[in-house]
């Protein structure tokens, strides 16, 4: 199982950012994926998920409304995409399939 993510960066508050995550070592369209994210001196929290097909997603309580979690199978991606963003989604964002292995991360920053 591999895990690439990518598109992080620097943002000002209220910019948005996408994310991508490119899977290997598996059959991505079987399987449920999901983002999490890590702030420095915090514990990992889930941001969100979604089904196998793309048909159901949850968010975690803070972002709703704000995130969007997609994925497309024929290229096995799945995507975050983070509108009105703020200083407190500052973080290395991840994302997970079922199976153990975590990616490297892509940094988040927002700042003005």
């Known amino acids: 199982v591999q895990l690439v993510e990518s598109g992080g960066g620097l943002v000002q508050p209220g910019g948005s950012l996408r994310l991508s995550c490119v899977a290997s070592?598996?059959?991505?369209?079987?399987?449920?994926m999901s983002w999490y994210r890590q702030a420095p001196g915090k514990e990992r929290e889930l941001v969100a998920v979604i089904t196998s097909d793309g048909g159901s997603t949850t968010y975690a309580d803070s972002m709703k409304g704000r995130f969007t979690i997609s994925r497309d199978n024929a290229k096995n991606t799945v995507y975050l995409q983070m509108n009105s963003l703020k200083p407190e989604d500052t973080a290395v964002y991840y994302c997970?399939?079922?199976?153990?292995?975590w990616g490297q991360g892509t940094q988040v920053t927002v700042s003005s």
């Open positions: 997970k399939s079922p199976f153990p292995r």
């Open positions: 070592g598996f059959t991505f369209s079987s399987y449920f």
